[in-house]
Structure formats: C-alpha cells, structure tokens
T-cell receptor
C-alpha cells in the first residue's frame, strides 16, 4: 500500500540554523500539507500546497517558513532560522483532492532545537 | 471557523469492554469529520470519516462513529476493546463548502486497555 514517507525521523539543530524537512507524498496525490505537534499539544495545520503554490496557510506559517516541491516526488518544509519554540513533531500529509478526501500522514520528523 | 472538542484526555477500559471516545464539533458550515489513530512512534492513520452520506460510519478495526447533528457530536465506539487498541485517538473537522483543506484537530484522547 502506498504511503507518505518523511526524512529524517529526528533532526537536532542549533537555534538560528536552517533546517529542511523532507517528504515524499503518495505518487498520484495532488494536495500536500504540513502539520506540526508540539509535545503535549494538539496537531496544528501549517500549510497546504497545490499546483505548485500555497493554497492555504495558518498564522504559524510566517516568513521563517517556506515550502517547495523541487521535483516530481519530493515536498519540503524549510525553516530559515530555527527558534526553540519550533521544536515539535512535523507531519507531512497528502491527498488526492481536498475537503472530504482523506489526508494520508507520514510518520513525522521530530525536530529538536537547542 | 471549525473546531472539535474531545472530552477526556485519558480513557481506560478493560479488555472486552465497550470503548467510547467523545468528540463534539463546532462549524459554521456542514462539516466533514474524521477520526485518526496514532500508535507510538507512528504517524496518524485514518479510522473513519463522515462525509454527509450515512450518519453511522464504520471504519477499520471494528470502530464506528455516528454523526448526530442535533447534538453536534461524532463519538467513536467499539463494542469490545482489544489490547492492540491502546493508542491516541484524534477527532478532526474540515469544512465541506467554500473550499479549504485544513484539518482542525482536537486535543486527542489516550486510550489505555487493561487486562
């Protein structure tokens, strides 16, 4: 069964450094998403991406964040200058369509900012 | 705006007992509702979803949920708990009209199954 994959599973970085989290969505899916879950808190939407552009973003997704689909398979989340409060589990997801179409989640990348 | 509230951050049941995890929603337009499960060190897996067809929805692993508009609820049930059901369960909502693909999650309910 096709699945969303994410690398790395765990990333440790120093405050102020740039990080890139990588995702490979399911191959025939057209919508791509990033969510994050700070330890002990709810899963929060960051951004959705369709047709090579951002279709929706949350207040969390400020100028420090960017997303890209550099080729036909990868979907990346970049944090330009990490802060301590960026420490969280980051989940990538993908879906065929929007609305009622199921969003399939990857296993997550745990980002630790020191 | 859409939101969901999950009552009970921790629920403990005996193996073989009924599982009931509560979810209430708030939405300005008819919602689509989802239940996801997260096993330790894994991603979120869809259990079932309500998309305005049948109000009683059956999912994987013997789980089901009933959409009740009058109560704005979408509670998750399973008649007989199994040890393998121990996990964290998340209710989520998405708007059904006006586009949009942002899932809004509840705070989650940790299910513990005891012998």
């Amino acid at each position: 069964e096709p699945e969303v994959t994410q690398t790395p599973s765990h990333q440790v970085t120093q405050m102020g450094q740039e990080v890139i989290l990588r995702c490979v969505p399911i191959s025939n899916h057209l919508y791509f998403y990033w969510y994050r879950q700070i330890l002990g808190q709810k899963v929060e939407f960051l951004v959705s991406f369709y047709n090579n552009e951002i279709s929706e973003k949350s207040e969390i997704f400020d100028d420090q964040f960017s997303v890209e689909r550099p080729d036909g398979s990868n979907f990346t989340l970049k944090i330009r200058s990490t802060k301590l409060e960026d420490s969280a589990m980051y989940f990538c997801a993908s879906s065929v369509g929007q609305g009622k179409d199921t969003q399939y989640f990857g296993p997550g990348t745990r980002l630790t900012v020191l | 705006a859409q939101s969901v509230t999950q009552l009970g951050s921790h629920v403990s049941v005996s193996e073989g007992a009924l599982v009931l995890l509560r979810c209430n929603y708030s939405s300005s337009v008819p919602p689509y509702l989802f239940w996801y499960v997260q096993y330790p060190n894994q991603g979120l897996q869809l259990l079932l979803k309500y998309t305005s067809a049948a109000t009683l929805v059956k999912g994987i692993n013997g789980f089901e949920a009933e959409f009740k508009k009058s109560e704005t609820s979408f509670h998750l049930t399973k008649p007989s708990a199994h040890m393998s059901d121990a996990a964290e369960y998340f209710c989520a909502v998405i708007r059904s009209t006006g586009g949009g693909n942002k899932l809004t999650f509840g705070t989650g309910t940790q299910l513990k199954v005891e012998l």
